[in-house]
């Protein structure tokens, strides 16, 4: 059955440093896998899918994910982080036309 | 186009109370879901619908929860009677057949006191 893994439940960088959120899946079949971002008392918004085209995908407010089969990864990253990016950000995939959520990763910045 | 819309946005009752939530799809959105996030965690599936028929329930406590889709549009879910561990946020989503992309209302906050 496919579910996902995140990897750090809280993880706080500076302003202007790299973000790196991980991801881990486990899939029987090649998965479609989402990462979305959920600031304080807001439902959920998309950042970014995989739908097995590309291996790199570029989403949305500069945030990017790789698809590494050979590592059941599809971390996300951003290359400078902002204060706005503070948030939680959830890894999921989709199962029977279902998204799994993994537990999430807080995000903080530091100034 | 119009986004997922859901509500109330906030409620507040007593244990052993009841409770409805409201979730207006995108237009055209045949499947609909509905989600408990709790405090900490990930949003775990509750129930999914395709057109007005039930999908999926296997995640919802039918003891006390019930949902409803009529006429395959709109959806309620309902909670009775509240305990004190579904304190939690309700969130609707709905998606276009085969197209994965699923959109996410903002959410009902349901706390139990």
């Known amino acids: 059955a496919q579910s996902v893994t995140q990897l750090g439940s809280h993880v706080s960088v500076s302003e202007g440093a790299l973000v790196l959120l991980r991801c881990n899946y486990s899939s029987s079949v090649p998965p479609y896998l989402f990462w979305y971002v959920q600031y304080p008392n807001q439902g959920l918004q998309l950042l970014l899918k995989y739908t097995s085209a590309a291996t790199l995908v570029k989403g949305i407010n500069g945030f990017e994910a790789e698809f590494k089969k050979s590592e059941t990864s599809f971390h996300l990253t951003k290359p400078s982080a902002h204060m706005s990016d503070a948030a939680e950000y959830f890894c999921?995939?989709?199962?029977?036309?279902?998204?799994?959520f993994g537990s999430g990763t807080r995000l903080s910045i530091r100034p | 186009e119009a986004g997922v819309a859901q509500s109330p946005r906030y409620k507040i009752i007593e244990k052993r109370q009841s409770v409805a939530f409201w979730c207006n799809p995108i237009s055209g959105h045949a499947t609909l879901y509905w989600y408990q996030q709790i405090l900490g965690q990930g949003p775990k599936l509750l129930i999914q619908f395709q057109n007005n028929g039930v999908v999926d329930d296997s995640q919802l406590p039918k003891d006390r929860f019930s949902a409803e889709r009529l006429k395959g549009v709109d959806s309620t879910l309902k909670i009775q009677p509240a305990k004190l561990e579904d304190s939690a946020v309700y969130l609707c989503?709905?998606?276009?057949?085969?197209?994965?992309?699923?959109?996410f209302g903002s959410g009902t906050r349901l706390t139990v006191v």
């Open positions: 999921a995939v989709t199962r029977s036309s279902k998204i799994i």
């Open positions: 989503a709905s998606s276009s057949e085969g197209n994965y992309g699923y959109t």
